[in-house]
């Protein structure tokens, strides 16, 4: 995963494979939980994916994209959705869950 500012055309199509945790616009990082699996196991994803940009146009281009609002959670929420290896960090300004281990490789 990249570290940098969620987009809305990478947001869309994660939404698809479970519940988001975070919104468009939102800094991430890598290790970094954003959501939740419809199925079992860890995926890594890439919420800061951008669209490329072309000089044609096309039917497609100007698709405004819509997402459910994501799913915040409070700090007891979160320490009871946590896994083995997951940690939970706390700020002042958010509640974030991510992996003990940041490095995907």
Do not use: W
Request: charged share 30%; proline share 5%; with cysteine.
């Amino acid at each position: 995963m990249d570290s940098g500012k969620t987009t809305g055309y990478a947001l869309m199509p994660l939404e698809e494979r479970g519940q988001l945790f975070i919104s468009v616009g939102e800094e991430v990082y890598e290790g970094m939980v954003v959501g939740q699996n419809s199925k079992s196991g860890d995926l890594d994803v890439n919420p800061c994916k951008l669209k490329k940009l072309t000089n044609m146009r096309s039917s497609g281009a100007e698709e405004k994209v819509l997402l459910t609002p994501p799913r915040k959670m409070t700090v007891e929420e979160s320490i009871a959705y946590m896994d083995e290896d997951e940690v939970l960090e706390v700020t002042p300004k958010h509640i974030r869950l991510r992996k003990r281990i940041l490095d995907t490789n």
